[in-house]
T-cell receptor, first 117, second 115 residues
Framework: AQSVTQLDSQVPVFEEAPVELRCNYS??????LFWYVQYPNQGLQLLLK??????LVESINGFEAEFNKSQTSFHLRKPSVHISDTAEYFC???????????????FGKGTKLSVKP | EAGVVQSPRYKIIEKKQPVAFWCNPI?????LYWYRQNLGQGPELLIR????????DSQLPKDRFSAERLKGVDSTLKIQPAELGDSAVYLC?????????????FGPGTRLTVL
């Protein structure tokens, strides 16, 4: 079975500081990894994804995540956060080789990022 | 392009009452998902449809939950009777199979409170 662990439930940071949101996964098969973001009173939106190729993936708003197969991690980073980055971030995993659950997303519990002025 | 539409946004009911949630996916998306998100948790899949066929309902508590997608477009998720533990946010998502991996687009959810 697959699982996702987000190690921090809440991360408070000051504006313009760097941030890292941690995500570890467990799976016996090859995985595909995602970060979704949920802004207040909005639905989840895809932030970035790793499917294959380069292990470092980037979003359009400055976030990046690196797939580390040996450490089974997919941590999300941003060198300088803005107030507008305040949201809840969910790490998710799926596999295309998992029988009837092919393509289904398994989510972590989420990390609430709070950016303070 | 309109996103995934869900209604109602909020629902408060007493236990043992029935409740229904409605979802209208993005036009052209043939895959539809219902998730439940408990407080402090990530979304958990309840059921996935490919057009009008439920292809994965292994996590749907079938004693009280039911879902339908009669014409392969809109979908309804029903709970009858509701229990206190059903209080959660119910999310609908949709995707298209034009690529080998298909991004899921989520609606804003319906927040259910069972008293």
């Amino acid at each position: 079975a697959q699982s996702v662990t987000q190690l921090d439930s809440q991360v408070p940071v000051f504006e313009e500081a760097p941030v890292e949101l941690r995500c570890n996964y467990s799976s016996s098969v090859s995985v595909y990894l995602f970060w979704y973001v949920q802004y207040p009173n909005q639905g989840l939106q895809l932030l970035l994804k790793y499917l294959s190729g380069s292990t470092l993936v980037e979003s359009i708003n400055g976030f990046e995540a690196e797939f580390n197969k040996s450490q089974t991690s997919f941590h999300l980073r941003k060198p300088s956060v803005h107030i507008s980055d305040t949201a809840e971030y969910f790490c998710a995993v799926t596999s295309l080789n998992y029988g009837g659950s092919q393509g289904n997303l398994i989510f972590g519990k989420g990390t609430k990022l709070s950016v303070k002025p | 392009e309109a996103g995934v539409v869900q209604s109602p946004r909020y629902k408060i009911i007493e236990k043992k009452q029935p409740v229904a949630f409605w979802c209208n996916p993005i036009s052209g998306h043939n895959t539809l998902y219902w998730y439940r998100q408990n407080l402090g948790q990530g979304p958990e899949l309840l059921i996935r449809y490919e057009n009008e066929e439920a292809v994965d309902d292994s996590q749907l508590p079938k004693d009280r939950f039911s879902a339908e997608r009669l014409k392969g477009v809109d979908s309804t998720l029903k709970i009858q009777p509701a229990e206190l533990g059903d209080s959660a946010v119910y999310l609908c998502a949709s995707s298209t199979r034009t690529s080998w991996w298909h991004e899921q687009f989520f609606g804003p959810g319906t927040r259910l409170t069972v008293l």
